[in-house]
């Protein structure tokens, strides 16, 4: 009888499993579909299925910069690493092809845990030591670089940081000459910079306009917003489990469903949470955690959070999946 008990209790455990290893999946999941369930408390989204470009990294505490061996202060000189950038240069190799350096040969690299619409850094405290951020002043653009993709960014410490094409540019304390790279894929969030500001290396033949990321808003701390930088929603009358949709007609007038995602194309979230919905209407809807996303039309710019709280039924939506602010 006990045996049996037990044999009863490990299949449950197994059921349970494989139930809540199906939210993690790339499955569509069709309107009132109950074949997922959201990855909360204590249960896992299957075996190692972190995929996020920033898994395991905590952004503004340096997400990511203890990996890839070396973080050593080099051989170069402090002022070498901290100084301004100056004549930037446009260099290539077989491994990365094209990639961007200051104007003493030192690589240049950007943090896939930022956000480049608005530019924001967020690589702060101890990250900042391993990752020197770029100052803006005295850049200058050279053949292969869009001058106009040259600007700045207000760091937290009040210091402006140089950006390309809206990405805030830093160096690696762990490059011991110019010309290394030892930076690239250090965590999986960090990548040589490409001369238009996409990853260099094997990424960078890929489209990096980013449809899903992380911002850290002021008030609501980390939480997801389109490729665009507009706030992303969840509703309370939503369902995760099983999926189901309690946005219709004239609710669809205001929030308005992100589409389904490019699963490669998500920065700061984990990629494996990221499924789609197929809606009453035949439209493909992105969810996270096994929540629908929306945008909120009374939102007019990137970083505007005024569909939080709205009718004490949407929030906007943390790097976990969580409601903001509860």
């Known amino acids: 009888m006990e045996k049996r008990r037990h044999i009863a209790f490990a299949g449950v455990s197994v059921a349970m499993v494989l139930l809540t290893a199906a939210c993690g999946s ?101 990250c900042a030591t391993k990752w020197p951020a770029v100052p803006a002043d005295d850049a200058a653009a050279t053949t292969g670089i869009e001058s106009g993709k040259l600007g700045s960014v207000t760091r937290s410490d009040g210091t402006k940081q140089l950006t390309l094409a809206g990405w805030p540019v830093y160096r690696f304390a762990g490059d011991n000459k110019p010309g290394d790279t030892k930076g690239q894929g250090v965590g999986g969030t960090w990548n040589a910079l490409a001369p238009d500001g996409k990853p260099a290396g094997k990424t960078a033949a890929a489209d990096d306009s980013l449809q899903l990321m992380v911002n850290n808003n002021a008030e609501l701390g980390k939480i997801i917003v389109d490729g665009k930088g507009m706030t992303v929603y969840r509703f309370n009358k939503d369902s995760a489990w099983p999926m189901k949709t309690g946005c219709l007609g004239a609710c669809l007038d205001t929030w308005k469903p992100v589409k389904a995602v490019d699963t490669t194309k998500v920065a700061g979230l984990d990629a494996a949470k990221v499924t789609s919905f197929k809606r009453p209407d035949g439209t493909k809807q992105a969810a996270f955690d096994c929540w629908l996303l929306y945008t909120f039309t009374g939102d007019k710019k990137p970083g505007d959070i005024n569909g939080q709280g709205v009718k004490g039924t949407w929030f906007a939506v943390t790097d976990k999946g969580k409601k903001a602010g509860q």
Do not use: H, I, M
Request: negative net charge.
């Open 26 to 126: 790339s499955k569509d999941n069709s309107a009132g579909s109950a074949n997922v369930q959201p990855a909360g408390g204590s249960q896992t989204v299957g075996a190692g299925a972190s995929a996020s470009a920033g898994a395991g990294a905590a952004a503004g505490t340096g997400g990511g910069y203890e990996a890839g061996g070396d973080t050593g202060a080099g051989t170069g000189g402090e002022a070498e690493r901290t100084g301004p950038a100056k004549q930037l240069a446009v260099k290539e190799d077989a491994k990365l092809g094209k990639f961007v350096t200051d104007s003493k040969g030192w690589t240049l690299y950007r943090f896939d845990e930022d956000t480049p619409k608005p530019a924001k850094s967020n690589c702060n405290d101890d």
